[in-house]
């Protein structure tokens, strides 16, 4: 159910029955994510291997119509780092399929890693919930970069901790979480796709590692802007290390802790070691 703020319009999800879902941080109880456990979830709707690597299925308390869960490993104890390379990239190409199988919605996939971050179950997975609206966020992002005379993100934005032939990892000049990074692609694209989906992978892969040297909660979010060719495709990644307080929530503004250089030299430093 989609319902609006009186003052400013902007849409919010109503899924009461999400309050319903399984805490197994904290409850002893079977993981629906292990391998031998696909009973426990919905009928599944894509996966890679045989036996499968990776799983995809519909999310069993969806916030919307469309709310899958992206199963990265058969293990319960597996984190992105942790992958192999392959597996990895066939993560990252899944990611762009089912992104691309949701034709003109606006689609969001994100990694909540640990409970901190909004996880309720510890086995590693991604989601990807797709709206019949455009998000806020989404859409003052798309106004700024379709009203800016250049592409904001084909120029550098912050400090870089590592880069591939594709893809810059950075620690943005204005971050808004602590420890906040950035995977930029180096060419203009307005939406993620299966292309450099290595590179892609090494790098989120790296950037996991270095989030759990960190703490043991934290988020990933890709951020896509389809049918928007002046915005520029990014992911956000960022450490759980505290909870917004009231000038954060009251404003929208954020109040930043951490140098961000200081984040890419130590990040930099860990790929040195």
Not at 42 to 60: Q, S, T
Not at 63 to 68: F, I, L, R
Not at 174 to 194: C, D, G, K, T
Not at 220 to 231: G, H, K, L, Q, S
Request: glycine share 4%.
């Amino acid at each position: 159910m989609i319902r609006r703020n009186p003052i400013t319009g902007d849409p919010i999800l109503f899924a009461p029955h999400r309050a319903e879902r399984p805490n197994v941080f904290h409850e002893a109880t079977v993981c629906p994510f292990c391998s031998g456990s696909e009973a426990h979830t919905p009928p599944e709707l894509a996966h890679i291997g045989e036996p499968w690597r990776i799983r995809v299925f519909p999310n069993k308390y969806p916030a919307t119509d469309v709310h899958e869960v992206i199963v990265e490993s058969p293990r319960h104890d597996a984190t992105f780092d942790s992958l192999t390379l392959d597996d990895a990239t066939n993560a990252v190409r899944m990611y762009a399929t089912r992104y691309r199988a949701h034709g003109d919605a606006c689609v969001t996939i994100f990694k909540n890693h640990g409970a901190a971050a909004g996880a309720s179950i510890a086995h590693m997975h991604s989601q990807l919930i797709a709206t019949s609206f455009v998000p806020p966020r989404i859409a003052r992002e798309i106004d700024a970069f379709t009203r800016a005379e250049r592409c904001l993100l084909c120029e550098p934005i912050g400090d870089v901790i590592d880069e591939t032939s594709q893809f810059t990892w950075v620690a943005p000049h204005a971050s808004s979480f602590a420890y906040e990074q950035w995977i930029v692609p180096r060419v203009h694209a307005n939406e993620l796709s299966s292309d450099h989906a290595g590179e892609l992978a090494l790098l989120l892969q790296r950037a996991s590692a270095a989030m759990r040297d960190i703490g043991d909660a934290f988020n990933w979010i890709f951020m896509n802007f389809r049918n928007a060719p002046a915005a520029h495709w990014y992911v956000q990644i960022f450490s759980r290390q505290a909870v917004l307080a009231g000038f954060e929530i009251g404003s929208g503004s954020a109040i930043e802790v951490i140098d961000p250089a200081a984040v890419a030299e130590r990040f930099r430093a860990q790929r040195r070691q």
